[in-house]
């Protein structure tokens, strides 16, 4: 099935302007989760206007598999240009699948100050949750088979791809 | 009880033979060589075809560690492994504890190793009391209990006036006096040959020039008081020139060189192996080329084979904590035999520097396969590939580069004194 | 007439070839790092990638919460048969900013006063089931020794053994560089001073060669640089002036006392006259050269105040360095370890 991500992106800023009027958040930070929830945020930004730089987030050191992968340097380290405490921050992923990347995240957050509130925003929610974890705002819902995996291609035009894996 | 051996390539370095004859061995002596003696019958047949018959090689400096350090080795293990390695004499070193600087250690080694039935052990006095290189030991009363020379080993004797004595009265008590030359200073702090290798590793320098300058003035001080002086173990290519020198002007001077520094050199060490942590330390490759030459030339006698066996908690340390000292009885043929096939020089001149040199430096019947002569020889074959393991080597030293390593050129039987002390590869 | 066969085994042995072989024990069979004994002999790319990984880990040390959640659960000990205070504290740091559980035992280098064996030290130790051993020890070699002795489930990192190497303090000196002057195959370095009993003098080398630097020099005293030093691949000098000249980087040892007890210098004097790093010698060197010294520092003998606390000094940086590239080592060795274990 292919998928208009730009207008994904387009709906879920939208839907996550009305969120931050009902629930009176004047001045959200955005922060993405690299490298794919980077680019979602980057748009999102656009969408609403933000003038502050975006928070990027490696996870890597809050893995919950560091032991059985190891370290990989792939990834630019974490940037968070602004103080975390007392914000509200929306956290913008490109895949939500088992929630443990959205936990990494949300454990490194916490271990640079104490946000207000966190919104979890995704393009795609694909089932397979492992952990109890929701996004408030998903752009469209994944049903993939058993031995697929789906990739967010990018950084200029985003598109979205579906391996095989051998089983 | 007389022995017939038959079909070896007999090879006498002494006479030049060289060549598959007969060998008949009477009541200890050498009977006959080539010819069978009309109408004699043996008692006791040996074939030796395949095999290579030869005199019994010496070791100029084995450590046998018994009195005093018996958790490393002891008189009776060491000789029979010495007879299985060829061996029919081996000089025991001094460094025992008591030290040999008394008539009654010498007796107790002899003692010990009569009962032992392998090879002859003959003993080595020490130079000084305690090996200290203060004071003079009783060198008449260690004459007259037998040893076959004096020796202080590595301790480098520090004040130039006790060697010029020590030297001054073994020469009156008719003594050979064996040195390891290496000046105290320069040898001290270091472990290992001076160079690019102990810069990398990071490991304290031996330089050359600590051992010759030690040669240079153990020569002009042993030609002052008209010593004889053999210098064990050279190692470094420049102390050769010196010796060649002195023994031309008529100087009585010999020399030998252990077989580890005619087989390895200081890059061995590689990350800090301690099976290559020996004194004096290996040294370059061009040492290692000038020692061959020089052994080819006969500048050198004699190729020792420098025994020193440890247990497994003196090598089971970082480097420079480590026991130096390799333990060299059992594969001292293969890697003899290595040299010669790696074109250093020829098996001839190997045997003479294991074992002819040797006695004549001890000033010993031996060596030699003359009618007369008494009957201490070898007999191996050459081609024989076996493992060096717990199982096959007969020292209680394990502490061998070869360990595990496949080796080529085994002895199957030794002949000490007419007397089979070593047979089918088994003792007897 | 019995020919000997040819005797190939044998010939290797003659060659010397039997040598034990240069197999590295720091890497696994598939190149990760298991041990960080010695820089020597390590791949560039591997060098490059501990540089990489410290840059993930140097931002930890601005946050509030200097702490990443790596390595919760595991234990490091430090065994320093040598003591050092800074060393120490820096390994010590590190692991903890892993979430590492960290014992300290100063082992006394005469543990073996009382007749211990290192080998037996060692094992007492393995029963407390740590995961990483961090060692310093005063003689060289002991780290591979202590490596090669250990079960396979722990690893090791050397806090510097003798003269030999002390790896980690070389991979943040070159960190350090990295982060000043970026690209290594375009530098002039010179490393001042008692060359002869540094070990971080050997691993600067090491590495600084392995990491392509074309031009490496050594300045010192006769006495101080040791012998046939330039089959590492570096070119040596014992006038400071000529040394340093133009170079971009001036790395300054500290000169013990003892030297001079040794009769291998006269005086502290003499030394800073001749070799020390004053504002007037460093005009020789690129105008934009960095400073940089291992500490502690002897001010007035190896290097001026002025140099020492001036603009091109980076003396600070390398200390704080120094716990992002251990961070990187530790995660890199305990990460491929239970890579391995997972296998």
Known sequence: MQYDIEALIHTMAEQLQTRLGAAGIGSPALVGIRTGGVWVAERLRAHLGLAEPLGELNIAFYRDDFSRIGIHPTVEPSVLPFDVDGRDLILVDDILYTGRTVRAAMNEIFDYGRPRSIQLVVLFDRSGRELPIEAQVVGAHLSLQPGEHAKLTGPSSLSLEIHRTRA | MRIRIHGGRVIDPASGHDAVAEVWVEDGQILSLGRAPRGLKADDTFDASGLVVAPGFVDLGSHLREPGFEHKATIEREARAAAAGGFTSICATPDTQPVVDNAAVVEHIVKRAKAARGARVLVLGALTVGLDGQLLSEMHALNAAGVVGLTNLDRAIKDTVVLKHALAYAASAELTVFLQPEDYWLGRQGQIHEGAVSTRLGIPGIPSAAEVIAVQRDLTLAAAVQARVHFSRISAAESVKPIADARRRGQAVSADVSLAHLSFTVDDIGHYDPNFHVRPPLRAASDRSALRKAVKAGAIDAISAGHEPHDGDAKAAPFGVTEPGMSTLDTFLPALLAQVAAGAFDLPTALAAASTRPHQILGRDGGRLTPGSVADLTLFDPACRWQANGETLHSSGLNTPYLNQTLTGRVVATLVGGQWAYRNFSPV | ?343
């Open chain 3, 1 to 343: 007439m019995a020919k000997l066969p040819a005797n190939e085994v044998l010939k290797e042995c003659v060659d010397g070839e039997m040598a034990m072989s240069a197999a590295d024990i720091q890497l696994d069979d598939q190149g990760r790092l298991r041990h960080f004994i010695a820089i020597e002999g390590l791949p560039r790319a591997l060098l490059t990638q501990i540089l990489d990984n410290a840059e993930r880990f140097a931002p930890v040390g601005d946050r509030t919460v200097k702490k990443v959640p790596l390595l919760r659960g595991r234990t490091v000990a430090n065994l320093f048969f040598e003591p050092s205070t800074r060393t120490r504290t820096t390994f010590d740091l590190a692991a903890k900013r892993l979430s590492a559980d960290v014992l300290n035992l100063n082992i006394e280098a005469s543990s073996t006063k009382k007749g211990e064996s290192l080998a037996d030290t060692l094992r007492n130790l393995e029963a407390m089931q740590c995961d990483m051993f961090v060692v310093r020890h005063q003689v060289s070699g002991a780290a591979h020794f202590i490596a090669q002795q250990v079960a396979p489930y722990i690893s090791v990192i050397n806090g510097g053994d003798g003269r030999h190497e002390h790896p980690t303090q070389g991979m943040l000196d070159a960190f350090t560089i990295r982060r000043h002057k970026q690209d290594f195959t375009r530098l002039k370095i010179a490393i001042v001073g008692d060359v002869a009993h540094s070990r971080v003098a050997r691993s600067n080398i090491q590495a600084l060669k392995i990491l392509g630097v074309p031009d490496l020099r050594v300045v010192g005293p006769k006495t101080l640089i040791p012998p046939a030093i330039d089959a590492m691949g570096v070119t040596v000098y014992d006038d400071l002036d000529e040394g340093i000249r133009d170079c971009d980087v001036v790395i300054t040892l500290r000169l013990q006392q003892e030297r001079m007890q040794s009769a291998l210098l006269p005086s502290a004097h003499e030394y800073f006259r001749e070799y020390g790093l004053t504002a007037d010698r460093m005009r020789l060197a690129a105008p934009d050269a960095i400073v940089m010294h291992p500490g502690p520092i002897n001010r007035g003998v190896e290097i001026d105040s002025a140099v020492a606390d001036g603009a091109q000094s980076v003396i600070l940086q390398q200390v704080t360095y120094g716990i992002a590239v251990r961070m990187a080592v530790m995660a890199m060795i305990l990460g491929s370890q239970a890579q391995a274990g997972a296998a």
